[in-house]
């Protein structure tokens, strides 16, 4: 954060004006989202990713807030499918203005994000970009498709969250190679890099939803129990478990259990069979294979800020 705090305010600044409308509900709606408090970690990255290539331009400023416009339409999308009621410790946009308003406020996010991409004026960038937009919704709806399904296996799993969140974290950091210019590998690396991260970071999510509290997460707890989303600490526990806590399991996923006192007892059996723990451990795989693909750079302050990132992204609790 510090390394990138002054371009960031570059970002935020486009974010702002990009974001209004003459229809007074759409910067309303936005506002209550990007101003959330959200950790705006890709952005980061697409600026750190540029300091890192010692590029000296402000083209990623535009294609920071496109990333973060990308991401935002999704938060929005998601919490209308997934009936969400909070995000960012507050109410999530759904419950405050609406299904059909968050929608469509996501869908104009999407558009102010291609209208970005355009400016800049490279293809590669838009392909880039444009590409893991459609891999996003991909991931969305092969997680739906998997919802409720007990069979769901590991190699799924990480297709899916390779799709809904990796994705937009490999092309934040490959888009900043593309416009310093230097490249295919470096874009590799840094694609390779950002995928690794953003599939440690969603591991760590996951296994938050049965380790914290609504106050430090900044969302419902056990939304994905209820929700009967099969992530890794659950494959684990049921693959893990015996007859009984199977059934359990069986009952828990296709929403027949749901209370609070289910909660705890999935949150137990999770503990029992050590799936946390066994969630972060991979988490900690991928984040150390973050840190490999940027070794090969020299030395410098972005690259120990990239580092610092994928060891932090596995060490939050939050």
Not at 292 to 315: K, L, T
């Amino acid at each position: 954060m510090a390394l990138v705090a002054p371009q960031m305010n570059s970002v935020n600044a486009v974010i702002l004006d990009r974001m209004q409308s003459q229809i007074p509900l759409i910067p309303t709606l936005a506002g209550h989202l990007i101003s959330g408090g959200g950790k705006r970690m890709r952005p980061m990255l697409t600026l750190a990713s540029a300091a890192l290539l010692d590029y000296a331009g402000t083209r990623h400023h535009k294609l920071a807030a496109a990333v973060e416009f990308i991401h935002t339409a999704t938060l929005l999308h998601d919490d209308v499918v997934d009936g969400s009621g909070l995000r960012r410790g507050k109410q999530a946009a759904n419950i405050v203005f609406g299904n059909a308003a968050t929608v469509l406020v996501g869908d104009f996010l999407f558009s102010r994000s291609f209208e970005l991409m355009v400016e800049d004026g490279s293809l590669k960038v838009l392909k880039i970009l444009s590409g893991a937009s459609a891999v996003i919704a991909e991931g969305e709806v092969d997680q739906l498709t998997a919802q409720r399904q007990i069979e769901t296996s590991e190699e799924r799993y990480l297709d899916i969250i390779n799709a809904k969140t990796a994705a937009l974290f490999a092309a934040a950091c490959r888009i900043s190679a593309v416009v310093a210019e230097s490249g295919e590998a470096h874009e590799r690396a840094l694609d390779d890099y950002g995928r690794n991260l953003g599939i440690a970071f969603q591991l760590v999510d996951d296994a938050i939803d049965y380790d914290s509290d609504e106050g430090t997460m900044g969302k419902g707890r056990g939304d994905d129990f209820r929700e009967g989303k099969m992530t890794l600490p659950v494959i684990l526990a049921y693959a893990r478990g015996n007859d009984e806590e199977r059934a359990f399991w069986r009952d828990a996923i296709a929403g027949h259990r749901v209370s609070d006192s289910d909660l705890s007892h999935a949150t137990d059996l999770i503990r029992r069979h050590q799936a946390l723990d066994t969630t972060r451990e991979r988490a900690r795989h991928f984040a150390a294979r973050a840190i490999d693909a940027v070794a090969g750079f020299p030395a410098s302050q972005a690259r120990a800020a990239m580092i610092e990132a994928a060891e932090f992204a596995v060490a939050r609790t939050y």
